[in-house]
C-alpha cells in the first residue's frame, strides 16, 4: 500500500484557558467550538478536502460502493400497525433515501401516505415519527431537516390528507399524545436566544397542550417551566384516554412519575413518585388500576399494580416479580409480554392482566425480538427477530395460540447458512465476565490474520443485542470477523450493570474493551495489525479514551460523533443531562480530576497513533462536531507515526438520525475501504 504522506490543514491554536480547582487546562482548539464562525467553516472545508483526497485514492473504494449499493437494494418493511380503518406499514424500495409511509384497508390495494422523499430535495428531511387519533381519522407527524433534534409538527386529517390548523415549530425531545380529536400534548424547549441554535445549551423543558386551530403562541403549559424546573419531560395517555401521564427527569437517568384523571373536569396532577431515584413508566390502565414497570429496589424491572386514588409507592404490589434478567414490556390483545434479556439476548413471556403466566414465546433462535406491543382490542400483534447472521424478519404472532408465522421475510443476499455467531465470556481487568458476541464465515482459520472490527458502546443503560447489518457482509465475505462486547456501562445486566461503568468507574468500561481487543489477539481471531475498533457517540469517548490509553492497541480506529472534550461537554446542547452518566467538571476536584485524566481531547500527546478517522456531522445537535473538531486537529498535530489521522465531515446531516441512504452507504463505504487499506486487505 503505497500513499503520499498527508499534508494536513495548518490549525491555528489561540492561547484560551479555563481553571478548574487551580489546575490550568489549555484548550488551544476552542475557537472550532463556533460552528456558524467563517474560519471553522473554511476549516471543515480544508479537513473534508484532504478526507475526500485519501479516500478517492484507495483503487477499490467505487467497487465497494457498486457491492454495498447492490447489497442494500431490496425491499425493506416496517412490522404493520392498525389505526382507524387502515393498516399502516413503512417500506423502502431499496435504495430510496427515506422510506415511505403505505397504507390499506384490509387485504385492498395499498397507498402511499407520506412520502418524505419529497419533503426535500436532497433527501435530508426525514419523517421522525407519526401519532394517531385514537379512530384513527386525524394524525401529528415531525419532521427532522438536516438531522437536527429539532423538529416541526404538521397535522393532517387521515382520509385525504389535508393540514389541519398551523405548522407547530421548535419542538424536540417530544412524543405527541393525542386527547380526542381536538388537540395533543407535546414537549418543547425554548430555543436558545443567542448564538449557535444547533449548540447552544438547551436548558429545561415544557409540556404544552395544543388546542386544533389555534396557534401555537397561545399553547397551555401545563408542566415544567420556572415553577418544576426539569431537563426532560415527557406524556402520554393511557390507551382509554382517562389518565395523563407524566414523566419529568433531571438526568438520562431517573424519573418521577406523575398522572392526571382526564375523565374528572378540571382535576389536578397527581404525584405517583417524587424523585429521581429510579425509573417507572406506567404500562397501561385497566379502570382506575395502573400497570407501573418499576426498578425500584428491583435493579432489574418489575411490574406492579396500584388504584389511581392511591398511586405512591408505598401502595405498589408485585405483579411480576423481578428475576435475574432485565425485564422491558410491552402490551396488546389483553396480555402483556414480558421482554427479557438473557446475556444480551431475548427471552419473551405473555402475561394475562392478573399476572399469570401463560407462555413463554417461542422465538426462531437466539437473538434480538422486538415489537410485539398492540391495542388492547387485536386477536394478532406483529414482531421482528434478527441476530448477526439472521437478517430482520417480521412475524405475525396469535395471541389466543401463541402461533408464530414469517409475514416478511428479507430480501437481502446472505445466505445465513455459511456463517456463524457465537457468544464467548472474557475476564475484565478485574475479572469480571464479560459476554461478547463474535461473528465471521463458517470456516475462517483463526490465524491472527482476519480483518477484524470491533464494536462497542458501554453506558446510559443501553443494551446492544444482535442485529443483522446489511453493511456487514462487506467485511465478513471477505473472511472478516465482527465483535460486540458488552460493556459495563450498558443495560444488558440491568442497573447493577449500568452503574458499574459511571462517573469515577467510567475507567471499567475502557477496560472492559480494551479486554476484549486482548481477548480477539489472544485467541487468534485476529492481531493488532487487523483489528479497527469503532464506536459512536457515547461509543466515540469509548474510542478516543482507548487509542489515548493504548495507542498500540489496534491498526485503525474509527471514534464517530463521540463526546471528546469531557472537562465542556455539559456547555453544550443537550449535554448537561448526561451528567448522570459522566460527572461534570464543576462537581469536585476528585471528578474534575478523573474527567481530566482520560477525557479523550486533553489525554492526547505525541504518540505514535492508529489510521484514525473521525467522523461528525455539521448539525449534529445531539453531540456537537465541536468535540470531534477539537480531537482531530490534536490528534493531527500529535501524530508522530506516518498513519493518516483524518475527519469525515457529513454536510446537512445531524447525530444519525434521518441520514439519506446515499449519506448511510457513502459512510460505511469509507469505513470499509480506509479499514482495508490500512491494513492492507485485497479488496
Known sequence: MDTKPIIYPATKKVDTTNTYFGTTVPDPYRWLEDDRAADTKEWVKEENKVTQNYLGQIPYRDAMHARLKQLWNYEKYSAP???????????????????????????????????????????????????????????????????????????????????????????????????????????????????????????????????????????KLIFGGDKTPRRYIGAGLTEDERFLVISAAKETTGNELYIQDLSIPNSSIVTVVDNFDNQNSVLDNVGSKLYIITNLYSPNFKIVTVDAANPKPINWKDLIPATSNVLSASTGGGKIFAEYLKDATSFVQQYNMDGKLERTITLPSVGTAGGFGTKKEEKETY?????????????????????????????????????????????????????????????????????????????????????????????????????????????????????????????????????????????????????????????????????????????????????????????????????????????????????YNYSPYHALKPNNYPATMVTTADHDDRVVPAHSFKFAARLQEYQKGPAPVLIRIETNAGHGAGQSTDQVINGQVDKWAFMFWNMGVKY
Open 383 to 595: 414482531y421482528t427477530f434478527t441476530n448477526y447472521v439472521y437478517p430482520t424478519t417480521i412475524f405475525k404472532y396469535d395471541i389466543a395460540t401463541g402461533l408464530s408465522t414469517v409475514y416478511k421475510k428479507s430480501g437481502v443476499q446472505f445466505d445465513p447458512e455459511q456463517y456463524e455467531s457465537k457468544q464467548v465470556f472474557y475476564p475484565s481487568k478485574d475479572g469480571t465476565k464479560i459476554p461478547m458476541i463474535i461473528t465471521y464465515k463458517k470456516g475462517t482459520v483463526l490465524n491472527g490474520h482476519n480483518p477484524t472490527l470491533l464494536y462497542a458502546y458501554g453506558g446510559f443503560s443501553i443494551s446492544l443485542t444482535p442485529a443483522f447489518s446489511t453493511s456487514n457482509i462487506i467485511l465478513m465475505e471477505h473472511g472478516g470477523i465482527y465483535a460486540v462486547p458488552n460493556l459495563r456501562g450498558g443495560g444488558e445486566y440491568g442497573e447493577k450493570w449500568h452503574k458499574a461503568g459511571i462517573k469515577m468507574k467510567k475507567q471499567n468500561v475502557f477496560d472492559d474493551f480494551i479486554a476484549a481487543a486482548d481477548y480477539l489477539v489472544k485467541h487468534k481471531y485476529t492481531s493488532k495489525e487487523y483489528l479497527a475498533i469503532s464506536g459512536g457517540s457515547n461509543g466515540g469517548l469509548l474510542i478516543g479514551a482507548t487509542i489515548t490509553q493504548r495507542p498500540d492497541i489496534c491498526k485503525v480506529a474509527f471514534p464517530a460523533v463521540g463526546v471528546m472534550d469531557m472537562l465542556r461537554y455539559n456547555k453544550f446542547t443537550a449535554g448537561a443531562g448526561w451528567s448522570y452518566d459522566y460527572g461534570t467538571a464543576e462537581d469536585s476536584k476528585e471528578m474534575f480530576d478523573y474527567l
Open 81 to 219: 400497525f392498525k389505526e382507524g380503518k387502515y393498516t399502516y406499514y413503512y417500506k423502502n424500495d431499496g435504495l430510496q433515501s427515506q422510506s415511505v409511509l403505505w397504507r390499506q384497508v384490509g387485504e385492498g390495494t395499498p397507498e402511499v401516505f407520506l412520502d418524505p422523499n419529497k419533503f426535500s430535495k436532497d433527501g435530508t428531511t426525514s419523517l421522525q415519527g407519526i401519532d394517531f387519533t385514537k379512530d384513527g381519522s386525524m394524525a401529528a407527524y415531525q419532521l427532522s431537516e438536516g438531522g437536527s433534534d429539532w423538529r416541526k409538527v404538521i397535522i393532517i386529517k387521515t382520509d385525504d390528507k389535508t393540514t389541519v390548523g398551523d405548522t407547530l415549530t421548535d419542538v424536540k425531545f417530544s412524543g405527541i399524545a393525542w386527547r380526542g380529536n381536538h388537540g395533543f400534548y407535546y414537549s418543547s424547549y425554548d430555543k436558545p436566544k443567542a448564538g449557535s441554535q444547533l449548540a447552544g445549551i438547551t436548558q429545561y423543558h415544557k409540556l404544552f397542550y395544543h388546542e386544533l386551530g389555534t396557534p401555537q403562541s397561545t399553547d
